[in-house]
């Protein structure tokens, strides 16, 4: 399946679209709130396992509803080393499934990632993420992925 394209600003308020990204494996994950617990555990564990992510040729990038001031905040008080982008509207979490209802049958962000080959197709979905160990859990995805393209 094709991912659906994007243009959101980033934490700096540069504007970014999917094909910033062509040529690279993206984890693109949704989440929905900066600086609360389990947004927190999520961000930081996909921080820890950035560097191996990156040798491997992928790229993290956050996305939620929240300010650009907001993420780079949260970027700057969790050392986050990855790229967090604004979607206000909600338009680009709608396109990609993240929205629907949460517990108590509240609508929200729901907590989605995506792993998205250099040729821009979902290879991977994570519905419903369990924040803790997520880096880690992406990271063995995503060279099993790259293993079965290699073959």
């Excluded at 600086?35 to 993290?60: F, H, K, W, Y």
């Excluded at 880690?136 to 995805?141: K, M, N, P, S, Y």
Aim: glycine fraction near 10%.
């Amino acid at each position: 399946m094709k991912a659906a394209n994007f243009s959101l600003k980033d934490q700096n308020g540069n504007v970014k679209t999917l094909e910033d990204f062509t040529g690279k494996w993206i984890v693109l994950y949704f989440y929905p709130k900066d600086d609360t617990p389990g947004c927190t555990m999520e961000a930081c564990s996909l921080r820890d396992a950035n560097d191996e992510l990156i040798s491997a040729g992928a790229q993290v990038v956050g996305v939620s509803k929240d300010s650009t001031d907001s993420h780079l905040s949260f970027k700057a008080k969790h050392k986050l080393n990855f790229t967090l982008l604004s979607d206000p509207t909600g338009k680009t979490i709608t396109a990609y499934g993240a929205w629907g209802k949460k517990m108590f049958g509240r609508e929200g962000i729901l907590r989605k990632t995506f792993i998205i080959s250099p040729e821009g197709e979902i290879k991977k979905t994570y519905g419903r993420v369990t924040p803790l160990g997520h880096g880690e859990q992406v990271l063995a995805d995503l060279k099993n992925l790259q293993q079965k393209a290699s073959n």
